[in-house]
């Protein structure tokens, strides 16, 4: 016959451990948040710099050399860092005075694990001689050696103000 009072106390223990936890894994879980939300507004804000200075190069160094890194927006699918180049250079140019000034608002970011996160968040363009142009966009990104990512981008339009 088991004795009943230290299964009791057991149990109490087992309860009291696990309620102690539970804050120390929030804690984990929100730390977790916060590195891939500052990690990825960095991306974003070293991005929105080099495109208002001209520097497509450094822009693009934001994401994920790759052929699978992925670019989705005007019904269109871009493959490949070369080819996303490509397709800023014909649309953009390469020069302040043709890219514009770019800033990214309402960034929202959540971690996906331990090594990917998703962001969502805005966008506004302002170009001479161009209506102002926005939209939304949400990226997934990987946390690399050399840190975050972009690994795949869709990007929408509004329309033009």
């Not at 005075?97 to 331990?114: A, C, D, H, N």
Request: proline content about 2%; aromatic content about 8%; hydrophobic content about 35%.
């Amino acid at each position: 016959m088991k004795d009943f009072s230290t299964l009791g106390l057991r149990r109490a223990l087992c309860l009291a451990v696990a309620f102690l936890l539970c804050p120390a894994i929030a804690i984990c879980s929100s730390a977790k948040q916060s590195s891939a939300g500052e990690g990825v507004r960095k991306v974003l804000e070293m991005q929105s710099n080099a495109w208002n200075r001209g520097d497509l190069d450094e822009f693009l160094t934001g994401y994920l050399p790759s052929d699978e890194t992925s670019y989705v927006s005007s019904g269109a699918e871009v493959r490949g860092i070369e080819a996303l180049r490509d397709r800023y250079l014909k649309k953009y140019g390469d020069k302040r005075e043709t890219m514009g000034k770019l800033s990214f608002s309402e960034l929202k970011v959540q971690s996906l694990g331990r090594t990917n996160a998703l962001c969502v968040g805005h966008w506004q363009l302002q170009r001479m001689d161009k209506p102002t142009v926005g939209g939304i966009f949400s990226l997934v990104l990987a946390r690399t050696n050399s840190g975050w990512k972009i690994m795949h981008d869709h990007t929408s339009a509004t329309d033009a103000k």
